[in-house]
């Protein structure tokens, strides 16, 4: 399937060039139309009933945990379904059993959403050991194991840094928290449907996907992938229907997972959706995404890096779907504004939800950065457009 007939099942993309992925992806229609079968005609609740409807959706609803763990290689009730990926990582942060005195190993660049749960949990005394990346945003694998001791009980990072694209070393990563027997949480919001991933590579206890994203599934749905010896290691923390297997007036029995986790009723059209999402990145391809993907990112770092008055952050040679970037004496938003107003192009401006990275990165001056970030459906002349418009802000405003 070639970019162009992406494009054409997301009407979205006729009046605008979309740089926002790193934010959300537009839906195509198979996944849209997944969602109205649904709504249409067996709009009904899951795991419930025993009439004709109620068993379709239930099927349908197993049927998308299956799709999308056949597609990542694990097993069915391995994937907990959420509703984003901040709440499958709170899910781990909130659910391990973490005492006073114990440490764990937070980069100083992550999402606030890999990050705030983490220094929620200093109320209860635990220590965050805060690891910086480099100038460039990478974090080196020998500065997190200086900082494992006797106290460390989990290690976690975010795959791509949102902020400026910059990929991190998962799988080494991975292995010094194997050889230190820690828990291991990788956040792979920028990294899942843009690329392939292998989780037995990865070798991590818990991995936070969101589904609205790369995966180009509906907003409001997401999943943690728990490795099977780890569901003892988290306490469910939203009880109620759907998670116990008996209930008398003085206690009760929890459900196995994922279903322990999966507490009331789920987003049934949400997760519909994102089955036909996976199906449909199965149908272009993970690999050309990825090959894709890579060649528009180092196009787009050179664009933009080759005009006078702009910054732009991070290694060319280890970013990937994004380039960050400012224009010297500009505020990012409004950059992104005259984008916008002159050409129709959407990119995100700000702190993108990352404010110690920013300022890590020196662009907190700037209001943040400019973030331009694609996918398959993005094209040459996306990015050549966006270089124009730059050129011409660069020279009108900036020096
Ligand atoms: C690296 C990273 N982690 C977490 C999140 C939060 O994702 P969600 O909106 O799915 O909760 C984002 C969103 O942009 C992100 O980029």
Same mark, same amino acid.
């Given at each position: ?41 067996y709009?009904?609740?899951t795991g419930?009933?025993?009439?004709k409807l109620a068993v379709k959706a239930s099927e349908r609803f197993r049927s998308a945990r299956s ?48 990050? /705030?749960?983490?220094?929620? %949990?200093?109320? $209860?005394?635990? !220590? *965050?050991?805060? =690891?910086?990346?480099?100038?460039? +945003? ?80 509906? /907003?409001?749905?997401?999943? %943690?992938?728990? $490795?099977?010896? !780890? *569901?003892?290691? =988290?306490?469910?923390?939203?009880? +109620? ?31 519909i959706?994102?089955e ?124």
């Open positions: 399937m070639k970019p162009s007939e992406l494009r054409a099942d997301i009407p979205l993309l006729d009046n605008i060039i979309y740089l926002d992925a790193a934010s959300t992806t537009p839906t195509p229609k198979p996944v849209v139309d997944a969602m109205c079968d649904y709504f249409y005609n709009n009904v609740n419930r009933g025993a009439y799709t999308i763990s056949n597609f990542l290689g694990c097993n069915e009730h391995e994937i907990i379904f959420t509703k984003n990926t901040t709440e499958a990582i709170n899910l781990v942060a909130n659910g391990i059993d973490l005492q006073k005195g114990d440490s764990v190993i937070v980069p100083n660049i992550e999402h606030h959403s890999n990050f /705030v749960p983490w220094l929620n %949990l200093k109320r $209860k005394g635990v !220590n *965050v050991k805060i =690891i910086k990346a480099d100038e460039f +945003g990478v974090v080196n694998p020998a500065e997190i194991e200086k900082n494992v001791d006797e106290t460390t009980k989990l290690i976690t990072i975010t795959h791509i840094s949102n902020s400026i694209g910059s990929v991190q070393p998962i799988e080494e990563i991975g292995k010094i928290a194997n050889e230190n027997n820690l828990l291991y949480l990788v956040d792979v919001a920028q990294s899942a449907g843009h690329m392939k991933l292998d989780l037995m590579k990865i070798n991590a206890d818990f991995i936070a996907f969101p589904g609205h994203k790369g995966f180009l599934g509906p /907003v409001g749905t997401g999943f %943690l992938y728990c $490795k099977d010896e !780890n *569901v003892e290691n =988290i306490v469910p923390i939203n009880l +109620g229907g759907g998670t116990v297997s008996d209930v008398t007036e003085d206690s009760f029995t929890l459900d196995s997972s994922p279903a322990r986790f999966e507490g009331g009723t789920q987003n049934i059209s949400g997760i959706g994102l036909a999402a996976v199906k449909y990145i199965k149908k272009i391809g993970i690999d050309k995404i990825e090959k894709h993907s890579n060649k528009l990112t180092k196009l787009m770092f050179e664009e933009i890096y080759d005009i006078k008055n702009t910054i732009c952050y991070g290694d060319p040679e280890n970013i990937y779907g994004i380039t960050s970037f400012n224009i010297n004496n500009m505020n990012s938003h409004d950059v992104a504004k005259i984008l916008d107003e002159t050409r129709n192009i959407c990119v995100r401006s700000g702190y993108h939800c990352a404010i110690p990275a920013i300022r890590h990165f020196g662009a907190y001056e700037h209001g943040g950065t400019v973030r331009a970030s694609l996918h398959y459906y993005n094209t040459k002349e996306d990015i050549q457009i966006l270089a124009e418009v730059v050129k011409n802000i660069a020279e009108s405003f900036g020096d």
